[in-house]
């Protein structure tokens, strides 16, 4: 079983400035987990699309209740493949990504589509798409709920970040963006997060896993 995640948001922004931040989004005041980000491959088609692979370095903290499960020693770093096609005649940008390692734990592959507004030129429609799956016997469940979660707080992060860089674009920061914090963006899947942590943290309790190596 998959979990599925899909959401429709605009940006009172032209394409051509979405996309140009797109590229200057870290950092950030809200992608301090961000590390770092590399050009793995680009190119021009002969259809003057834009075909770009990045490969990106996130901190990927486990919850206390997931500890258990995992040595001590285990990556705190998670690696994204983000694989991108800016289309400049349909006025399009979509972007592929996924995670590398920790697939076992869990995997988050992601789709999303920037698109000139048909009705409105001056903004951008996104729509997101997210399938969240873990590969652990007996405890996927609350582990995709979980991540379920920590995804959509990452989004509320993403899209602060990506306004802030179009407000820098135009040199006007509003004075709201810069008192919001990182914990105040992730208030609106605090929720989300908290009933799917206490779930977990029930069926880790309950839990008595007698093979610890094989899940990593």
């Known amino acids: 079983m998959v979990k599925y995640f899909f959401n429709e948001t605009d940006i009172k922004s032209s394409w051509d400035h979405v996309t140009t ?15 770092t980000e590399d050009v793995v491959f680009r190119e021009v088609t002969a259809d003057h699309q834009l075909r770009t692979r990045r490969l990106l370095t996130k901190t990927n903290r486990l919850p206390r209740w997931a ?17 991108s096609v800016v289309d400049p ?8 990504t996924w995670n590398l390692n920790h697939t076992t734990l869990m995997t988050v592959r992601e789709r999303c589509v920037f ?11 996104i729509q997101r798409e997210a399938w969240i799956s873990s590969g652990i016997y007996g405890f996927s469940r609350p582990i995709q709920e979980f991540g379920l979660a920590r995804f959509k707080s990452n989004q509320v992060k993403a899209m602060k970040g ?3 860089v179009l407000a820098n674009m135009h040199g006007e920061v509003p004075q709201w963006l810069l008192r919001d914090s990182v914990k105040d963006a992730s208030e609106k899947a605090k929720g989300a997060a908290m009933a ?8 880790a309790s309950a839990a008595s896993p007698q093979k610890p190596s094989q899940y990593v």
């Open 162 to 164: 990506l306004e802030y």
């Open 21 to 35: 931040a797109f590229w200057q989004r870290y950092p950030n005041p809200f992608s301090t987990h961000v590390l």
């Open 67 to 83: 500890e258990c499960f995992f040595p001590i020693n285990l990556s705190q770093s998670v690696y994204i493949l983000e694989d």
């Open 196 to 203: 799917a942590t206490e779930k977990a943290k029930t069926l």
């Open 89 to 96: 005649v349909s006025k399009s940008f979509t972007t592929y």
């Open 115 to 125: 698109q000139q507004s048909e009705e409105r030129p001056h903004c951008t429609d």
